[in-house]
């Protein structure tokens, strides 16, 4: 039932923004398109024990363990938490089978969709920020205005994606 939901909720968001005139020329009218159209459905989580990261911070606690950790992988997209009662957006890890692991939250998520990306593509994308001053922007999807919304206008590079769930 989770995974409906938050599936649900990503149409009927992407649905406001379909007719919007600000956005014609652009191949996603919004980021809940974009997670709804490439992102996927995720196994379900486990807490980790291992790798603990600081509260509202999932960003950055999921980027600095890939980073520490080669064989866990990044992800960004929404997910339904079970102490929220709405989908939100969110980072997390995936183990090398594809399960979901929760390092931010107290507990597991109920249902995660999202976009599996390569610790080269994100180091490069930081790193960009970084020589504009943007470093302290760490979300690859909310945050990439900063490219000039590149990801809605043309899509994610093929070589962004990690290939745990090709």
Request: aromatic share 14%.
């Amino acid at each position: 039932m989770s995974i409906t939901l938050l599936k649900q909720f990503l149409q009927d968001n992407a649905d406001l923004f379909k007719h919007s005139k600000k956005n014609s020329n652009y191949k996603y009218k919004s980021f809940y398109e974009l997670v709804l159209k490439l992102g996927q459905e995720m196994k379900p989580a486990i807490r980790s024990e291992e790798f603990t990261g600081q509260p509202k911070n999932c960003y950055g606690n999921c980027q600095t363990l890939a980073f520490l950790e080669p064989e866990l992988t990044y992800c960004e997209g929404f997910a339904l938490s079970n102490g929220i009662d709405f989908p939100v957006s969110h980072a997390w890890l995936l183990d090398q089978s594809g399960t979901v692991i929760e390092v931010t939250w107290q507990e597991p998520g109920s249902a995660y969709i999202g976009i599996a990306f390569s610790n080269t593509f994100i180091q490069s994308v930081l790193k960009e920020r970084e020589e504009r001053q943007r470093s302290n922007y760490l979300s690859l999807i909310e945050s990439n205005y900063l490219e000039n919304y590149s990801f809605l206008k043309e899509g994610i590079p093929e070589s962004a994606y990690s290939k745990i769930l090709k």
